[in-house]
């Protein structure tokens, strides 16, 4: 909060080292990093190390196939992926949302479109279970000639400008709407 990064990163750096088995350590050296946009081999030891010592943490391993992903070792990124598919019943529902998601992620990188959608809707599942998402049920298509719909915004201030352009739509169906949108779209 001081804008001291370099510092942050070095103490938490050390609390985690100190500490491997305390998850907000590794959290917080890993938003630290991200936010420098540094540490990719960091992370990526430091997830395999939380693997070497549990096998089951799916946290560590989601966060392993980012880093492939993000370095562009797309095929490694899949591998993981693709192991912990196999055992995603032994999953809670966010878990298997958040595998589902990266799979998702993956999938649309390589141009495997109707394979990536499905999975990229899973994301709704593991945010079911956060304050984020809403209470009413999704819309499935059915009329909304003076009924009230929810535009809720998941995606970044780019894909909330784009998608505003289909508000219309839903307009001439005859629907009010409620739009919620990032603040700065105000």
């Known amino acids: 909060k001081q804008e001291k990064s370099d510092e942050a990163i070095k103490n938490y750096r050390q609390a985690y080292r100190l500490t491997p088995q305390n998850a907000e350590f590794r959290n917080k050296l890993e938003a630290a990093l991200k936010e420098n946009g540094v ?8 997830y395999k190390s939380a693997l070497i010592n ?3 943490d799916i946290e560590a391993a989601i966060l392993l196939a980012c880093v492939y992903r ?3 070792r797309r095929t490694a990124a899949r591998e993981l992926i693709d192991e912990w598919i196999k055992k995603e019943n032994t999953l809670t529902i966010p878990e298997r949302g958040h595998l589902r998601e990266v799979l998702a992620e993956l999938q649309f990188l390589g141009n495997d479109f109707a394979s990536a959608w499905p999975n990229y809707h899973w994301r709704f599942k593991w945010r079911e279970m956060s304050s984020w998402y809403p209470s009413q049920p999704e819309w499935q298509g059915e009329p909304l000639e003076n009924k009230t719909i929810l535009v809720s915004s998941e995606q970044g201030v780019g894909d909330q400008v784009m998608f505003s352009a289909l508000l219309p739509v839903l307009q001439a169906c005859g629907a009010h709407i409620i739009l919620e949108s990032d603040p700065r779209l105000v």
Do not use: L
């Open 54 to 56: 549990d096998p089951n």
């Open 39 to 46: 540490g990719y081999d960091e992370r990526e030891r430091m």
């Open 70 to 72: 993000d370095t562009n």
